[in-house]
């Protein structure tokens, strides 16, 4: 089915543990007659088995939140948590490279050099964090075998697509602001994942503080200067963009008051 030749360095354990997720999801679409995921959907769920792969092998059971010296152990990756550095390095690109992200597919123009594949892990590392209930491979499972796209999305969790990207987009703003996490039902749990990004560089890239997530409202971050917003879609159908600003075409400054708005594409 597939040949693979694998050169030393770390970076290569993960990609086989990618590849055979394919693999796997493949069968289940051709001879489970799942039918085939979009691939934005397929390379997420394989960078979620690079994910847990690396944490396995680190030791970090499911439901441990693991930090920025669990993944950096003497301030270097190794060999065990190179795979959830490199999830973290292309989610990281993703979301700096706003106002061009995509969770469906690769901008153009692309000076962040940001993919579907942070994109999407990201996205999916929320959904198994919101709603696994502890239970990650069994809602794994059952995500990646009863169904394709997303209906079957839908039907795991119970919630309507549209409702699924609000929550990850509040979800993503929320991480680097306790307050606002702390008050914010559905969150990421298995990896603090601002203070790693802090570690890195210097700031989570989509923290923005709040003077009420319950209306959706948001106040503009000092990292931004310009007009921000996700869009996300699937072969389904439907197109939403989410735009974290009133207006797109308006200059914001660093303080002002803006609004989620939510439009329907197509």
Request: glycine share 12%.
């Given at each position: 089915?597939?040949?693979?030749?694998?050169?030393?360095?770390?970076?290569?354990?993960?990609?086989?543990?990618?590849?055979?997720?394919?693999?796997?999801?493949?069968?289940?679409?051709?001879?489970?007659?799942?039918?085939?995921?979009?691939?934005?959907?397929?390379?997420?769920?394989?960078?979620?088995?690079v994910?847990?792969?690396?944490?396995?092998?680190?030791?970090?059971?499911?439901?441990?939140?693991?930090?920025?010296?669990?993944?950096?152990?003497?301030?270097?990756?190794?060999?065990?948590?190179?795979?959830?550095?490199?999830?973290?390095?292309r989610?990281?690109?993703?979301?700096?490279?706003?106002?061009?992200?995509?969770?469906?597919?690769?901008?153009?123009?692309?000076?962040n050099?940001?993919?579907y594949?942070?994109?999407?892990?990201?996205?999916?590392?929320?959904?198994?964090?919101?709603?696994?209930?502890?239970?990650?491979?069994?809602?794994?499972?059952?995500?990646?075998?009863?169904?394709?796209?997303?209906?079957?999305?839908?039907?795991?969790?119970?919630?309507?697509?549209?409702?699924?990207?609000?929550?990850?987009?509040?979800?993503t703003?929320?991480?680097?602001?306790?307050?606002?996490?702390?008050?914010?039902?559905?969150?990421?749990?298995?990896?603090?994942?601002?203070?790693?990004?802090?570690?890195?560089?210097?700031?989570?890239?989509?923290?923005?503080?709040?003077?009420?997530?319950?209306?959706?409202?948001?106040?503009?971050?000092?990292?931004?200067?310009?007009?921000?917003?996700?869009?996300?879609?699937?072969?389904?159908?439907?197109?939403?963009?989410?735009?974290?600003?009133?207006?797109?075409?308006?200059?914001?400054?660093?303080?002002?008051?803006?609004?989620?708005?939510?439009?329907?594409?197509?």
């Amino acid at each position: 089915m597939t040949y693979y030749r694998r050169p030393e360095g770390a970076y290569f354990l993960g990609t086989l543990v990618h590849e055979v997720k394919h693999i796997s999801s493949h069968g289940y679409a051709l001879f489970a007659g799942r039918g085939f995921n979009p691939t934005w959907m397929e390379e997420g769920t394989a960078e979620i088995a690079v994910d847990k792969s690396s944490r396995d092998a680190s030791g970090f059971t499911d439901g441990t939140r693991v930090g920025l010296y669990d993944m950096y152990p003497g301030g270097s990756l190794n060999s065990e948590t190179y795979g959830m550095g490199v999830v973290f390095h292309r989610a990281r690109a993703y979301l700096m490279a706003s106002p061009l992200s995509a969770l469906i597919g690769n901008p153009n123009p692309n000076p962040n050099g940001s993919t579907y594949y942070g994109a999407s892990w990201l996205f999916h590392r929320f959904l198994v964090d919101a709603y696994a209930g502890g239970a990650e491979d069994t809602f794994l499972h059952d995500l990646n075998t009863g169904g394709a796209d997303e209906p079957w999305l839908e039907s795991v969790t119970g919630r309507a697509v549209e409702a699924l990207f609000v929550e990850f987009l509040v979800g993503t703003g929320v991480e680097g602001q306790p307050a606002a996490r702390a008050a914010t039902a559905r969150t990421f749990s298995s990896y603090d994942v601002a203070g790693i990004a802090q570690g890195w560089e210097g700031e989570w890239p989509y923290t923005l503080a709040t003077s009420d997530f319950s209306t959706g409202a948001f106040i503009l971050s000092t990292h931004y200067t310009a007009a921000n917003f996700f869009d996300f879609g699937s072969t389904g159908g439907t197109w939403l963009r989410l735009d974290a600003f009133n207006d797109l075409e308006e200059d914001l400054n660093p303080g002002d008051d803006v609004a989620m708005v939510i439009t329907r594409i197509r």
